[in-house]
């Protein structure tokens, strides 16, 4: 197979992302679909699969070819968490490899010219779960009818469809290619079309078209309208077509499994997709494994559950102190309990909120003065030994060091704990005057109590903020850490209600050049710690408010800067630039990182790494990984 590191090149350069030039002879039929062939409900599995299916060579990387059949079992506690079935399978347009390189998956081959001309070829003959075939028109349909629709898409299409705000042309070339050509590089699309939650530019067009205006007899409409109980048809092609989250099960897909239940439930079962495009190098059609079984738990009995034995494979929910439990429980319920390394930027950040509605508060707040006293201000080492036994890094917020952009110089600034120092920035700042208990007051003469939301979903993080609070009064600052829902807890925050928060680092710290440094920078309004300035830059200023800091306004005017870069190393000059100024600035204030997140997996699944790298971004947490080549192995059943 032929990959080519995802980078613009030069202007005039073209490049290709290829897939394998071969197809492999013959094809091994899953025995779940063999009644289905002989009875002749579906064709064999040679004239399922694309002419050119994606060839997964497992004994080149050290795994096993698999055996078809079982159920994975997997706990969620939410609903919404069956999008974490498409975020594992990672099935995309192209793909990261375990080198952080692009590659095609779902496409045959992407052309690249000067950065900005993009090529895309699709497999010959692959078809969505349904048989019906995947082609150019799904793509058009996409952009025509939805993107480019003000009814369905009031703000335009994606923003990675928009760098510096400009949309591309758009032109179906053939039945099995289209090309989109902007007039400046557009270095954010193809890992954009590879994110852990991807940017969709296709649709099932064969399906979807019943529900758009433009295609479905009006009373026909009216009438899935009325049955669907919601407000016009545009609710309804919103709640029919979302990939991400496949809540309808009639939606074809692309994705290895395909959910089988609709809403509402407390057990969801996806069943492998006859027409999936990947094969191993036996000519076994993937994925083995014949469905997933997602069980709907409450998230604080999760970890009892997965000890007892009702996982096969679980991490989301389970937490470093949940380690020593598990491991005592390995052997009587048949598991094993790896470790890997989390890889987000910082695993726990306090994430001042720049456009806090409270102006004493938000004046404070954005004084690097206060941001560095209060980073100076926490024991990392303390943290780190209490909580993680010591097998964390003491970090600010950057990039990990398997990231090829990381320096030591920007994961210590200000990592030191030091609260002379931290002491000496707020007498300068002017909070020298001290209640009774130490506490400093602000200018208007309140006390300086600040409180930091959390979603409270994690008790290391509570554990590792209450000696943050510990520490924080020692300088004068009193913490008051109040949990409350997710959705509430972003409400606050971008309603200016917040002063601070505390939540991960950068999402993918993990990052190459190539890869959107937008978490370092205002691009939407769930940015913590700038939410207005996101949704300024997100609604191109229709909306929230311009970014008045100078080096925010910087980060804002480097990003644009690499969405307009046409070679690697200028995109790499820029993330070194964005980083130095984090280090500098403390827009989030990184208290540790790469931390231990327990990997629960049954003793009869094969090809799952003992140790890998536990990062949303790139890959989906277990995507990098290939769980279409996830197999259980019978033989082992007695284990």
């Given at each position: 197979?032929?990959?080519?590191?995802?980078?613009?090149?030069?202007?005039?350069?073209?490049?290709?992302?290829?897939?394998?030039?071969?197809?492999?002879?013959?094809?091994?039929?899953?025995p779940m679909f063999e009644a289905e062939v002989t009875a002749q409900n579906m064709p064999p599995v040679a004239e399922r699969l694309p002419m050119r299916p994606r060839v997964i060579n497992l004994g080149e990387s050290g795994r096993m070819p698999g055996r078809y059949g079982g159920t994975l079992r997997m706990l969620i506690a939410d609903q919404r968490d069956i999008r974490l079935a498409v975020m594992y399978s990672y099935a995309r347009l192209v793909t990261y490899n375990t080198k952080l390189q692009l590659e095609p998956d779902i496409l045959d081959k992407v052309d690249i010219a000067e950065g900005r001309i993009f090529t895309l070829h699709i497999r010959p003959g692959h078809r969505w779960s349904d048989g019906q075939p995947f082609t150019s028109e799904d793509f058009r349909y996409f952009w025509e009818d939805v993107a480019n629709n003000p009814r369905l898409s009031p703000g335009g299409p994606p923003l990675q469809l928009r760098p510096l705000g400009r949309k591309p042309k758009f032109e179906v070339i053939d039945a099995l290619t289209v090309r989109y050509t902007w007039d400046v590089p557009n270095p954010g699309f193809l890992p954009a079309l590879a994110?852990?939650?991807?940017?969709?530019?296709?649709?099932?067009?064969?399906?979807?078209?019943?529900f758009h205006t433009s295609y479905a007899e009006k009373g026909v409409l009216d009438a899935l309208i009325k049955k669907e109980k919601v407000r016009d048809w545009e609710a309804l092609h919103e709640r029919k077509s979302r990939q991400f989250r496949p809540e309808n099960p009639a939606l074809p897909s692309l994705d290895p499994w395909r959910n089988t239940t609709p809403l509402p439930s407390e057990v969801f079962v996806f069943e492998r997709n006859p027409y999936y495009h990947r094969v191993d190098e036996n000519g076994r059609q993937l994925p083995y494994i014949d469905n997933l079984r997602l069980s709907v738990v409450s998230s604080q009995l999760i970890p009892a559950k997965v000890g007892a034995g009702d996982s096969d494979l679980q991490a989301r929910y389970?937490?470093?102190?949940?380690?020593?439990?598990?491991?005592?429980?390995?052997?009587?319920?048949?598991?094993l309990t790896h470790l890997w390394r989390r890889a987000e930027g910082s695993y726990i950040a306090l994430q001042p909120n720049l456009n806090a509605s409270d102006p004493v508060w938000r004046s404070i707040v954005r004084d690097v003065r206060f941001r560095r006293a209060l980073s100076l201000a926490v024991d990392r080492r303390d943290i780190n030994q209490v909580i993680f036994f010591g097998l964390a890094r003491?970090?600010?917020?950057?990039?990990?060091?398997?990231?090829?952009?990381?320096?030591?110089?920007f994961a210590s600034s200000y990592a030191r704990f030091d609260p002379l120092a931290a002491n000496r920035l707020l007498d300068e700042m002017g909070l020298k005057k001290r209640d009774f208990d130490g506490i400093r007051f602000?200018?208007?003469?309140?006390?300086?109590?600040?409180?930091?939301?959390?979603?409270?979903e994690?008790?290391?993080?509570?554990?590792?903020?209450?000696?943050?609070?510990?520490?924080?009064?020692?300088?004068?600052?009193?913490?008051?850490?109040?949990?409350s829902h997710r959705d509430v807890f972003r409400r606050r925050i971008s309603g200016g209600s917040t002063v601070m928060s505390v939540r991960p680092g950068i999402d993918n710290g993990l990052a190459s050049p190539d890869m959107d440094p937008q978490d370092l920078s205002p691009t939407n309004q769930n940015q913590f710690n700038w939410p207005m300035f996101g949704q300024w830059v997100e609604t191109n200023g229709k909306e929230g408010q311009e970014p008045d800091m100078e080096g925010v306004k910087e980060l804002v005017h480097l990003r644009n800067q690499w969405l307009?870069?046409?070679?690697?190393?200028?995109?790499?000059?820029?993330?070194?630039?964005?980083?130095?100024?984090?280090?500098?600035?403390?827009?989030?204030?990184?208290?540790?990182?790469?931390?231990?997140?327990?990997?629960?997996v049954s003793q009869r699944l094969r090809n799952v790494p003992a140790t890998a790298l536990y990062a949303y971004e790139p890959g989906g947490y277990f995507g990098l990984t290939m769980p279409d080549s996830y197999w259980f192995d019978q033989s082992a059943a007695g284990q």
């Amino acid at each position: 197979m032929r990959t080519a590191r995802f980078c613009t090149g030069f202007l005039g350069v073209a490049i290709a992302l290829s897939a394998p030039a071969s197809r492999a002879q013959s094809f091994i039929e899953p025995p779940m679909f063999e009644a289905e062939v002989t009875a002749q409900n579906m064709p064999p599995v040679a004239e399922r699969l694309p002419m050119r299916p994606r060839v997964i060579n497992l004994g080149e990387s050290g795994r096993m070819p698999g055996r078809y059949g079982g159920t994975l079992r997997m706990l969620i506690a939410d609903q919404r968490d069956i999008r974490l079935a498409v975020m594992y399978s990672y099935a995309r347009l192209v793909t990261y490899n375990t080198k952080l390189q692009l590659e095609p998956d779902i496409l045959d081959k992407v052309d690249i010219a000067e950065g900005r001309i993009f090529t895309l070829h699709i497999r010959p003959g692959h078809r969505w779960s349904d048989g019906q075939p995947f082609t150019s028109e799904d793509f058009r349909y996409f952009w025509e009818d939805v993107a480019n629709n003000p009814r369905l898409s009031p703000g335009g299409p994606p923003l990675q469809l928009r760098p510096l705000g400009r949309k591309p042309k758009f032109e179906v070339i053939d039945a099995l290619t289209v090309r989109y050509t902007w007039d400046v590089p557009n270095p954010g699309f193809l890992p954009a079309l590879a994110a852990a939650q991807p940017v969709y530019i296709y649709m099932p067009a064969h399906y979807m078209r019943q529900f758009h205006t433009s295609y479905a007899e009006k009373g026909v409409l009216d009438a899935l309208i009325k049955k669907e109980k919601v407000r016009d048809w545009e609710a309804l092609h919103e709640r029919k077509s979302r990939q991400f989250r496949p809540e309808n099960p009639a939606l074809p897909s692309l994705d290895p499994w395909r959910n089988t239940t609709p809403l509402p439930s407390e057990v969801f079962v996806f069943e492998r997709n006859p027409y999936y495009h990947r094969v191993d190098e036996n000519g076994r059609q993937l994925p083995y494994i014949d469905n997933l079984r997602l069980s709907v738990v409450s998230s604080q009995l999760i970890p009892a559950k997965v000890g007892a034995g009702d996982s096969d494979l679980q991490a989301r929910y389970l937490r470093f102190d949940n380690f020593t439990f598990l491991k005592v429980a390995e052997k009587r319920n048949g598991f094993l309990t790896h470790l890997w390394r989390r890889a987000e930027g910082s695993y726990i950040a306090l994430q001042p909120n720049l456009n806090a509605s409270d102006p004493v508060w938000r004046s404070i707040v954005r004084d690097v003065r206060f941001r560095r006293a209060l980073s100076l201000a926490v024991d990392r080492r303390d943290i780190n030994q209490v909580i993680f036994f010591g097998l964390a890094r003491e970090s600010a917020m950057t990039v990990m060091p398997e990231s090829p952009l990381y320096d030591d110089v920007f994961a210590s600034s200000y990592a030191r704990f030091d609260p002379l120092a931290a002491n000496r920035l707020l007498d300068e700042m002017g909070l020298k005057k001290r209640d009774f208990d130490g506490i400093r007051f602000l200018p208007d003469g309140r006390r300086a109590e600040i409180i930091v939301e959390s979603a409270g979903e994690s008790m290391e993080e509570t554990d590792a903020l209450e000696l943050v609070v510990e520490d924080a009064r020692k300088v004068g600052l009193r913490l008051l850490v109040h949990s409350s829902h997710r959705d509430v807890f972003r409400r606050r925050i971008s309603g200016g209600s917040t002063v601070m928060s505390v939540r991960p680092g950068i999402d993918n710290g993990l990052a190459s050049p190539d890869m959107d440094p937008q978490d370092l920078s205002p691009t939407n309004q769930n940015q913590f710690n700038w939410p207005m300035f996101g949704q300024w830059v997100e609604t191109n200023g229709k909306e929230g408010q311009e970014p008045d800091m100078e080096g925010v306004k910087e980060l804002v005017h480097l990003r644009n800067q690499w969405l307009a870069s046409s070679s690697t190393e200028e995109r790499r000059v820029v993330w070194k630039k964005m980083l130095s100024i984090h280090a500098e600035q403390l827009y989030s204030i990184g208290i540790i990182s790469g931390t231990l997140q327990p990997v629960v997996v049954s003793q009869r699944l094969r090809n799952v790494p003992a140790t890998a790298l536990y990062a949303y971004e790139p890959g989906g947490y277990f995507g990098l990984t290939m769980p279409d080549s996830y197999w259980f192995d019978q033989s082992a059943a007695g284990q």
